[in-house]
């Protein structure tokens, strides 16, 4: 429903398009849903850029020559308006037999006007005009050509759009592209990100923590009853209120992201990237799912059906796991800060922990280097390799709005799934944590100390497997829960500590520095058992629906879980060997 109307019409978002001819599955499926859509009567609106006007005509005459039902807004118009150019829509209406309008979206310009547009199509007949020299009966190369002199045509009697880059950008660029700097940059930049998000994120984490506490020690007051004030203080609200507590570092890390985004920086990040890609066998078109991996694996893998090449769609597929996505933030976050409670600064700027996010972020592009040379060469062999096309987005400055809903969304987004998960497992964690072998004895159950229960005896198996990085009984079973999903290693760890020790009266992450349960010959190991193990279900069930091969799966999952058990046991042998 439109709001602010009193009429409901359904809208369907398609993904961005620049012609009707299919390069991709992503693509066939974009296309296929719009011609659907056509023939079933619906009203297409055709959301085109007012800076890069040529591209966007093409995708609009490409629709107009089987449908008249259309509408063409004109996005980031005052882009144009900045520059000293304008768009006559009445005249290029009127030539395209279609309506258009000038729209910006960031600057919510005639987006009211576009809602009644909408409205009003959608009662109205439809435009029946059809401009003939759109209609054009040669073949496909002729129809090509066609258009583009249309396009030129269009152009050049309705709009004047100066196209030339100021002095600025061109510096801006021949720095953020470059071969050498661009990555001195990234990296300046990507240092002073987790600085911000470290240094502002910790003191609201701190806020949230002191608030759950208080919860906590509300509900032991208030519940008489000592299991059910266990299961909703120690159990529930321990566990739920422990991931919560690293939702400031998750919005305050999409919000600079989003920042970065709107800014135009990311795309040049990626051509960066791009050059890289070339030493592994992959192409241009891989770097976005790798690039959408540092959020969500999930998406990521989908994305991939963008690639063409099948070898390279797989590889691509198998890499993205090995990226630092957005759920592993919690767990380094809650590791590092046990290991460094103290906050050291670097010249003075730069947080310590933000240079050690960094490196994680920078060792796991190193890790998909390397393990995407190996499958080149020996599992996956390379295909024909795609070029990377892709816009240059105009250097901007960020709409806060926009990003500050963007870091909202992304940031309820993995609060509702993670909390879901993260209930269920403090509630079995809870019950095995209760009751034991003797619980069932005699005629009455009772419950047991947390040292004969069910969970200790599952974390003493578990710790067997994990015994040589020096995993103890908690970190295991709390390894064990999050294989459901990555993040709830800390909600589980939260619970089974908070379960076993008297930790009330004191904030997690110190209480668990002074346990000892994680210190620096676990700790580190543990870092590096989640920066390759694929933990996470959900990933593992998208791969096979990507892939529709089980063999391809089990050998994603086994590879690097693997991978991650050897890396971690060198990483501890590593460390006997230094500190002795």
Known sequence: KLR???????????????????????????????????????????????????????????????????????????????????????????????????????????????????????????????????????????????????????????????????????????????????????????????????????????????????????????????????????????????????????????????????????????????????????????????????????????????????SERLRTIFLIPLLTCSARIPVYTLIIAILMPATPYILGIFDTKAIIMVLLYVASVVNVIIVGLLLKKWVIKSGERSPLLMEIPEYRVPHLKSVVLYAFYRTMSFVKSAGKIIFICVLIIWWLSEFGPSSFEGFSIKTVPVEKSFLRIIGEGLAVVFAPQGFNWQISTAIAFSFIAREVFVGALASIHGLSENVHQEPLISSLANSGIIGILNGIPLIAFYMYALQCSSTISTIYSETKSIKFTVLTFAFLFLLAYAVSLITKIFLLLILG
């Open 4 to 310: 602010g109307s009193a009429h409901s019409i359904e809208i369907v978002d398609i993904p961005g398009l620049y012609s009707l001819f299919p390069q991709s599955t992503d693509e066939k499926i974009a296309i296929q849903e719009i011609k659907n859509a056509i023939n079933d009567g619906c009203l297409i609106v055709c959301v085109g850029d007012a800076s890069n006007l040529y591209k966007s005509l093409y995708l609009l005459l490409c629709l107009r020559e089987i449908t008249d039902n259309l509408i063409f807004a004109i996005n980031m118009y005052d882009v144009v308006q900045k520059r000293g150019g304008h768009i006559d829509t009445e005249k290029m209406g009127a030539f395209l037999g279609v309506h258009v309008i000038a729209i910006s979206a960031k600057k919510r310009f005639n987006i009211e006007q576009l809602k009644e547009l909408i409205v009003r199509r959608a009662k109205e007949e439809r435009i029946e005009a059809r401009p003939p020299e759109i209609l054009d009966n040669g073949n496909a190369v002729n129809k090509a050509y066609f258009r583009h002199q249309i396009i030129k045509k269009i152009v050049k009697e309705c709009a004047y759009i100066p196209e030339e880059k100021s002095k600025n950008a061109k510096l801006l660029d021949g720095l953020l592209l470059d071969t050498r700097y661009g990555f001195i940059v990234g990296a300046i930049v990507f240092i002073s990100m987790f600085s911000i998000v470290f240094g502002i994120g910790g003191k609201l984490s701190e806020l949230v923590n002191s608030c759950f506490s208080w919860i906590r020690e509300g509900v032991r007051w208030y519940v008489a009853h000592p299991v059910i004030s266990r299961l909703i203080s120690d159990g529930i609200v321990n566990g739920v209120g422990t991931v919560l507590t690293f939702v400031p570092y998750i919005f305050l890390l999409y919000l600079v992201m989003g920042i970065l985004e709107d800014t135009g920086y990311m795309s040049r990040l990626i051509i960066i990237f791009d050059r890289l890609l070339l030493y592994i066998g992959l192409s241009g078109r891989s770097i976005i799912p790798l690039i959408g991996g540092f959020g969500c694996a999930i998406p990521a893998i989908m994305a991939t059906r963008t690639i063409k090449d099948n």
